[in-house]
């Protein structure tokens, strides 16, 4: 015995099957439901998806600043060098000479940095490099010989007396002073590491912009062993382990000449880096004499006549001398002796000649060595001395200095010339 609600349901299903049937499109399919009462929808069938649509161009993301960890750490360590510094120039000048000290020293400054500027256009070595060696000069390698110097001067004067001092000044000091500033150059090269940046242990995002990830032990680094060469036997083991730089590479072998060579933007570039740092140096360290002299001259006006005169230049007569010596006769003392140190060493590492490439950079910093004693001792000698070692030794090697670079800026410009009148294939 069937029931009603039976029926009813039969009687449903059949009105629904005699229902008419939607009719298929093209590009469509029929999806059957689990039941026949469940309609029957048509969906597109499914497509390649359109290739998405460019964006307008539209203003650039800011990039967020990323600060290298080595950068980080050198701006740190020669800020601390600058205030150590500062303060052992203040202790021995006073706030008022070090404020005269430091003005008379900006006075050359300029010209310097000015003849070094129209050497760099053709080094073209970047401005963080630029500003590097000129504060490592300024402030580490100060700092290192002021150190160094007292130290030494005071062992010397009190196991040699009078010789001591001699030897400390014309020996120690130059010895000193010249590693101090060279060491600029060697950091540059170091094969430090590329940017680090922190994670944090739960999120996995940076948890600093300043730092970014060293590369995995699988990933090469930029300043791994370079593939064998033809000239490779003709270089240094060394060469291989330093950091690349681009103004710092030789001339690639030539059919015509298989071995590397210098060229005058890397050999312009050792001139510029040294004496960069040399002029940062000089700089401090004229503030330094100058401060005293100003200090020494203002006691000795005290002690003589007092407060109750105005001061006249004639006051200052220590002060003076100082500065037409340090700021006026040998302002370019300084970089021309560090100046033979990057050229020595730009040799070493462009040269393909293997014993020039091995005695080049000693070579360099010895004959900077030389040259800053001989200046040293020139001082003890008296006016006739002084001047006689001034115009036999300094103006030659400055004239000499000043017509290399001369060559170095006409050569390449006449490279670029040649260049730019080539063929795009000959390039």
């Known amino acids: 015995m069937s029931s ?37 929808r048509l969906l597109p069938w499914p497509t390649a998806p359109a290739p998405p649509v460019p964006a307008a161009p539209g203003p650039r993301p800011a990039r967020p600043l990323a600060l290298s960890s080595v950068t980080a750490t050198a701006v740190l360590t020669l800020a601390g060098c600058g205030v150590l510094i500062l303060h052992l120039v203040r202790r021995q000048t006073g706030t ?4 005269v000290g430091l003005g008379l020293a900006l006075v050359p400054l300029p010209f310097v940095l000015g003849g070094l500027a129209w050497l760099n256009q053709t080094a073209r070595v970047p401005l963080r490099h630029i500003v590097f060696c000129l504060g490592w000069g300024a402030f580490a390698a100060t700092t290192v010989a002021i150190l160094a110097n007292g130290w030494t001067s005071t062992y010397l004067t009190a196991h040699q007396g009078s010789l001591g001092e001699v030897l400390g000044a014309d020996l120690v000091t130059p010895v000193i002073e010249e590693s101090a500033k060279g060491a600029a150059l060697l950091v540059l090269l170091l094969p430090l590491g590329p940017r680090i940046r922190c994670h944090g242990h739960r999120t996995d995002r940076p948890c600093a912009s300043v730092l970014r990830r060293l590369p995995g032990p699988g990933q090469p680094r930029g300043y791994d062993r370079r593939p064998a060469r033809p000239h490779a036997r003709d270089r240094l083991r060394l060469r291989p382990y330093l950091r690349p730089l681009p103004y710092l590479r030789p001339y690639p072998p030539t059919p015509d000449r298989p071995r590397a060579r210098a060229r005058p933007r890397t050999l312009a570039a050792g001139v510029v880096l040294g004496g960069i740092t040399a002029c940062g140096f000089a700089f401090t360290e004229n503030a330094l004499y100058l401060g005293r002299a100003f200090t020494d001259d203002q006691q000795q006006r005290l002690d003589s006549i007092g407060l ?3 001061p006249s230049l004639r006051d200052f007569d ?3 001398q100082t500065f037409v010596l340090r700021g006026l006769l040998s302002p370019f003392a300084h970089p021309l002796f560090t100046a033979l140190t990057g050229l020595g060493l730009a040799i070493t590492l462009t040269t393909g000649r293997r014993r020039l490439a091995q005695l080049a950079a000693p070579a360099g910093l010895l004959l900077a060595m030389a040259l800053h004693g001989t200046w040293n001792a020139a001082a003890d000698l008296g006016t006739h001395g002084f001047l006689l070692v001034y115009a036999v030794l ?13 060559w170095a800026r006409t050569r390449t410009a006449r490279h670029a010339a040649r260049r730019a009148r080539a063929p795009a294939g000959v390039r």
Do not use: K, N, W
């Open 394 to 406: 300094m103006v030659p090697c400055f004239a000499a200095l000043v017509c290399f670079a001369a």
């Open 318 to 320: 220590g002060t003076v």
């Open 308 to 310: 109750g005169e105005s």
């Open 4 to 40: 009603p609600s039976g029926g009813g349901y039969r009687a449903t299903v059949q009105a629904a099957g005699d229902r008419e049937m939607p009719t298929r499109t093209a590009g469509t399919r029929t999806i059957p439901g689990p039941r026949g009462r469940r309609a029957h």
């Open 96 to 99: 008022t000479g070090l404020l």
